[in-house]
Each structure stands twice: as C-alpha cells, then as structure tokens.
C-alpha cells in the first residue's frame, strides 16, 4: 500500500494511541482550535489533533475531518523518518537529497484522490474545516496546502507551502515570499505574459510532508526529494483543469487547481506569522480555482502557523544545511539546533568537540550566509547540552567575553517577516561560547560516575511521593 495520511495515522494510532487525540465535540474553525493547542503547548503536550465536528466559516459544520499538530513534534517526526529526535535535521537532509527517486504516473482512475471531482458551481472552498488561526487574520487559510507550480523552461516540479487566504468559495490570494522558487516561475511567467498554472495539495504522510519541505537548488524537482525520503517513488496523477502534464500526488486527501493571474494584486494577511508575531497586510495575486478533488471521506491538513507544529520542521530543514556547510570547513562540529525559542530560523546553535583556535568564529561567518532567515549563531563545547535551552544560557553566561566573542555584520539579507528588520536588511552576528583553546578553563560540576550510578532517587522517596511534590517553572 503506498504511504498516505491515514495509513500513518492509523500505524502511529496503533503503536502510541495516547499521542493522538480525537475530538468528537463541535468547534468552531475561528481560533478556538489553536487556542486549544497553545494550551496544550504550555503544558509542553503535542499530540495529533483530529477534529470530527468544525464549524466552518459559513457556520456549518464540515463534512471533513480536520487534523493539526501533525508536525508539531519532533520525536514524532524522526519516528516517522526513522532517525532520532537529535540528528533528524542531519539525516532528513542527506537522505531527500541523496536517495532521489523520480515518481510514477497514475491513472485519474486509479487515484484516490480523485474519488470525489467538483467543478464549476460545486467549488466551495468554505466546506472545508480551514481555520482562521490567529485574532487578526482575515480569513480561513491553507496552512498546509503544497503549492505546485511547473519551471516553464525546464518542466521540473516545485511543491512547497505558501499560505493562502480563501477569499471567496472559488478564490485564494496567495503568498510567494521573494526568494521563493514558486516566486521566481511566477516572475518568468509574469514577464512572458501569461498566468500561472497551480494546483495546492493537503494531506499526506508526514515524511512527504516535510520531504517537500527540503532545501533544493533551482530547478530541482520536490516529488524526487518526497520519493527519496519515503522511501518509495510518490504517485502522481495527471490534473483535471490542468493540462495532462501538470501532475498532482494521486494519494493526498485533496487537490485544489487553478489559475494564479499574474495582473492584479490584492491586499492579503495581516497573518499571524511564523516569528509568533503579526505579519503585514502584502498585495499579492489571486488565484481562480477551476478544480477540487478530493477522497470520499478526506482529511483537512491543517498547520498551526507561529507554533511547534510549524516551527519545528522549519527548524531541523535548515539543520541539514548548516550541518553540511559548517562541517566541511569546520571538521569538529558535533551537532547543530535551531530551538523553538528562536523560532527555529533566526537562533543556530553549533556545539564542537575541541574546536582549533578561530574553529567556531570561522563556523558562526560560514552559518551566517546559508539561509536569508539565520540571524543569530551561538558555539559551544561538547559538555554544553545544546538541547537543553538552561545548558545553552548557562555557556553564554560563562564561557564568553563580549568584547572578544562577539561578532556583528550588519547590511545582510534578512526575512520581511521579521518585526526588526527594516527594508529588506538585518543585522546579524554570533557569540562564540567556546572555551579558549589549548588554555586551562574550569570544569563543570560534576559528580563522580560511581557515585552517580549508586544514588538512585528511588532507593529513597518512593515513586509515588515522588509524583506528589509540585514542579516548578524555573
Ligand atoms: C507552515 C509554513 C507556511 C509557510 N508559508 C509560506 C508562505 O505563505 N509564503 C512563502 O513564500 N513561504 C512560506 N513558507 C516557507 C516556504 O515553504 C519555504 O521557504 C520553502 O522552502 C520554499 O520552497 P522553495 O525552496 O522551493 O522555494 C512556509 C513554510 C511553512 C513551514
Ligand atoms: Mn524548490
């Protein structure tokens, strides 16, 4: 059976029932579904959420089923790729780029997801549980609908999230940030005078998911990435408003088509953003369905933008690309992370095993330059636990100078969605929090091994004693 949504919902069900929770009771699409997840969030809890009753935004209850928080954690996503919560970042990225697979053509007839076809009059985005996630954003959204468009020059595909506003039951306004590839077809397009063949699609495995995801040179093809990280070629099916040659994932739950018009552009947002922050209103252009398809009894992907269930996959994406980068030039680099708290774009944290003299200042300027979004680098050694954010403040706080370890390079190419950038450029910089090479430096304190081993918390407040005494936010 080829992996879709459901083949995983129903296997991970299997082996970790408590992870996911269904919800029976109605609620409605505007916000009370993230307010439930942030409240989740705080109490550090991300399970799958699949909602059976949404009230949509005409006030009807969906016939669809919606799941969120599919992404939103990461030992769930390295279970899915079988790698482990520390080198999923590092895995995911050698194995999409290096275990390419081309896809497969499908029948329309074979293709489940092509069970249900609508067109014309029956288009009616607002039958779907989309949500309107935050307190300012205009509208329901596609969070998680891969936007596919075709290089014209070369043919090669690109499917990746963009976000789009579903204005009307037939119309989306969709955002394509600058350095976007799905940006520089449709300039080409633009300029040739003609308009953009698109088709989003929504639910799928996880790993497809987050494959499409991947860092790719330009052109390069995402359905080749998602068939290597699945492990299988992904099966396409052609379009039906589209043109043959536009294909489409034949196992997602839905497929939206249409027509992105390069004349005209629409006021669109404001949306709660990826920086946990308010972005701002963007004339962007418009996009006329012609199609929706979908399965009898489809799931609604849904992505909780400025929260884990987004930031986390955004975050080990990039990992991979530091990882190689730095490594090359910098061969004692252990791990890399990119926390939550930076909202796992702007904040790198790279730890090193006995770094050379100059090892991590050189490793912080190559860092800086591999993504528009990376901001801020932070280097330490290997007895600092990179993973634990009260470990990475501590090494900060006493492993560096700042009239020595800081670095700032400002003017760089910075993201439009961050509230601090003004224009398109930022500051960026990194603090070297190793400890100085070939000098005696303190040790941490530390607890002889044999020691460590004997005491055992149990030998001496039984277990459910222990349960008793509150925690603390510390
Ligand atoms: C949940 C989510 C939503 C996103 N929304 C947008 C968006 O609305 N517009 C955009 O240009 N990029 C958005 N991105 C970022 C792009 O998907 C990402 O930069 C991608 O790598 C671009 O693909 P490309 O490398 O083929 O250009 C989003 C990312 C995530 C994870
Ligand atoms: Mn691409």
Same mark, same amino acid.
């Given at each position: 059976?080829?992996?879709?949504?459901?083949?995983?919902?129903?296997?991970?069900?299997?082996?970790?029932?408590?992870?996911?929770?269904?919800?029976?009771?109605?609620?409605?699409?505007?916000?009370?579904?993230?307010?439930?997840?942030?409240?989740?969030?705080?109490?550090?809890?991300?399970?799958?959420?699949?909602?059976?009753?949404?009230?949509?935004?005409?006030?009807?209850?969906?016939?669809?089923?919606?799941?969120?928080?599919?992404?939103?954690?990461?030992?769930?996503?390295?279970?899915?790729?079988?790698?482990?919560?520390?080198?999923?970042?590092?895995?995911?990225?050698?194995?999409?780029?290096?275990?390419?697979?081309?896809?497969?053509?499908?029948?329309?007839?074979?293709?489940?997801?092509?069970?249900?076809?609508?067109?014309?009059?029956?288009?009616?985005?607002?039958?779907?549980?989309?949500?309107?996630?935050?307190?300012?954003?205009?509208?329901?959204?596609?969070?998680?609908?891969?936007?596919?468009?075709?290089?014209?020059?070369?043919?090669?595909?690109?499917?990746?999230?963009?976000?789009?506003?579903?204005?009307?039951?037939?119309?989306?306004?969709?955002?394509?940030?600058?350095?976007?590839?799905?940006?520089?077809?449709?300039?080409?397009?633009?300029?040739?005078?003609?308009?953009?063949?698109?088709?989003?699609?929504?639910?799928?495995?996880?790993?497809?998911?987050?494959?499409? #995801?991947?860092?790719?040179?330009? =052109?390069?093809?995402?359905? $080749? +990435?998602?068939?290597?990280? /699945? !492990?299988?070629?992904? %099966?396409?099916?052609?379009?039906?408003?589209?043109?043959?040659?536009?294909?489409?994932?034949?196992?997602?739950?839905?497929?939206?088509?249409?027509?992105?018009?390069?004349?005209?552009?629409?006021?669109?947002?404001?949306?709660?953003?990826?920086?946990?922050?308010?972005?701002?209103?963007?004339?962007?252009?418009?996009?006329?369905?012609?199609?929706?398809?979908?399965?009898?009894?489809?799931?609604?992907?849904?992505?909780?933008?400025?929260?884990?269930?987004?930031?986390?996959?955004?975050?080990?994406?990039?990992?991979?690309?530091?990882?190689?980068?730095?490594?090359?030039?910098?061969?004692?680099?252990?791990?890399?992370?990119?926390?939550?708290?930076?909202?796992?774009?702007?904040?790198?944290?790279? #730890?090193?095993?006995?770094?050379? =003299?100059?090892?991590?200042? $050189? +490793?912080?300027?190559?860092? /800086? !330059?591999?993504?528009? %979004?990376?901001?801020?680098?932070?280097?330490?050694?290997?007895?600092?636990?990179?993973?634990?954010?009260?470990?990475?403040?501590?090494?900060?706080?006493?492993?560096?100078?700042?009239?020595?370890?800081?670095?700032?390079?400002?003017?760089?190419?910075?993201?439009?969605?961050?509230?601090?950038?003004?224009?398109?450029?930022?500051?960026?910089?990194?603090?070297?929090?190793?400890?100085?090479?070939?000098?005696?430096?303190?040790?941490?304190?530390?607890?002889?091994?044999?020691?460590?081993?004997?005491?055992?918390?149990?030998?001496?407040?039984?277990?459910?004693?222990?349960?008793?005494?509150?925690?603390?936010?510390?």
């Amino acid at each position: 059976m080829p992996k879709d949504l459901r083949s995983y919902l129903a296997e991970y069900e299997k082996s970790q029932s408590d992870q996911v929770i269904h919800v029976e009771k109605e609620i409605g699409c505007i916000q009370e579904i993230t307010a439930l997840a942030m409240k989740l969030e705080a109490l550090q809890k991300y399970p799958v959420l699949v909602f059976h009753n949404v009230r949509t935004i005409s006030g009807r209850r969906s016939p669809f089923r919606l799941v969120t928080n599919l992404l939103a954690s990461r030992t769930r996503c390295a279970q899915a790729m079988g790698s482990t919560y520390q080198d999923v970042g590092i895995d995911y990225y050698r194995q999409a780029r290096q275990e390419k697979r081309p896809p497969v053509t499908i029948a329309g007839s074979q293709a489940p997801v092509k069970e249900v076809v609508k067109k014309g009059p029956e288009i009616d985005l607002h039958q779907f549980p989309a949500l309107v996630h935050h307190y300012m954003d205009p509208g329901p959204y596609f969070t998680a609908g891969f936007f596919t468009t075709y290089d014209p020059d070369s043919g090669i595909d690109n499917s990746a999230l963009h976000r789009g506003w579903m204005v009307e039951k037939d119309r989306i306004r969709c955002y394509l940030t600058p350095f976007s590839h799905a940006r520089s077809t449709f300039d080409k397009i633009e300029a040739a005078g003609q308009d953009m063949r698109v088709a989003y699609w929504v639910g799928h495995h996880p790993v497809a998911c987050l494959a499409a #995801q991947t860092r790719l040179g330009f =052109p390069e093809s995402h359905f $080749e +990435a998602m068939g290597g990280l /699945l !492990g299988e070629p992904l %099966r396409l099916t052609p379009s039906e408003t589209l043109g043959e040659d536009f294909l489409v994932p034949a196992d997602a739950e839905v497929i939206v088509e249409g027509i992105l018009r390069t004349k005209g552009r629409y006021p669109e947002g404001p949306f709660g953003e990826y920086t946990g922050n308010i972005g701002p209103q963007i004339p962007n252009p418009q996009l006329e369905v012609t199609a929706i398809t979908h399965r009898k009894d489809a799931y609604w992907h849904d992505i909780l933008v400025g929260h884990a269930d987004n930031q986390v996959m955004g975050g080990f994406a990039l990992e991979g690309v530091v990882y190689e980068a730095v490594k090359q030039r910098c061969p004692n680099l252990q791990a890399v992370y990119l926390p939550l708290s930076g909202t796992c774009r702007f904040h790198v944290y790279l #730890q090193f095993h006995n770094p050379r =003299p100059g090892e991590a200042r $050189e +490793a912080i300027l190559t860092a /800086l !330059g591999l993504d528009y %979004r990376i901001k801020h680098i932070f280097t330490f050694d290997s007895d600092i636990d990179i993973f634990d954010e009260r470990d990475v403040l501590l090494g900060v706080a006493t492993r560096s100078q700042w009239h020595k370890d800081v670095i700032v390079c400002a003017d760089l190419r910075g993201s439009e969605l961050d509230p601090s950038v003004t224009g398109a450029l930022t500051a960026k910089g990194g603090i070297d929090c190793t400890k100085p090479a070939g000098e005696g430096y303190a040790e941490r304190n530390k607890i002889d091994e044999s020691i460590w081993e004997e005491v055992q918390v149990e030998d001496f407040i039984p277990q459910e004693r222990l349960a008793r005494i509150a925690t603390e936010r510390m």
